[in-house]
């Protein structure tokens, strides 16, 4: 079991930056894939960045990718996004969530039914 925290969301302007973290519970947070997931207002919740549980590699959507970058303190037991170039389309509720690698089945890191677990979110607004 882990419990997930994120924080470091907030109001900023268009060209912008923001860094999310996620601080998760336990002491076998490296053992765990990570993800973020946003949610707009009337939309999907999808894909953002994902990583695997040594941080060797990394997953980004095609919207995100150049702008966005997602590492891992396993140390610190937190995740980070960090958000560069913000534009008003990234505004949404962004989440945090964990895969342990003793789950079934295969990880893919763009599918929310790929992790057990989710964090509540943080806001992210981005003004124009």
């Known amino acids: 079991q882990v419990q997930l925290v994120e924080s470091g969301g907030g109001l900023v302007q268009a060209g912008g930056s923001l860094r999310l973290s996620c601080a998760a519970s336990g002491r076998t947070f490296s053992t765990y894939a990570m993800g973020w997931f946003r949610q707009a207002p009337g939309k999907e919740r999808e894909f953002v960045a994902a990583i695997r549980w040594s941080g060797g590699s990394t997953y980004y959507a095609d919207s995100v990718k150049g702008r966005f970058t997602i590492s891992r303190d396993n140390a610190k037991n937190t995740v980070y996004l960090e958000m560069n170039s913000l534009k008003p389309e990234d505004t949404a509720v962004y989440y945090c969530?964990?895969?342990?690698?003793?789950?079934?089945?295969?990880?893919?890191?763009?599918?929310?039914?790929?992790?057990?677990?989710w964090g509540q979110g943080t806001q992210v607004t981005v003004s124009s």
């Open positions: 969530s964990a895969r342990p690698v003793y789950a079934l089945g295969f990880w893919e890191p763009s599918r929310g039914p790929s992790y057990d677990y």
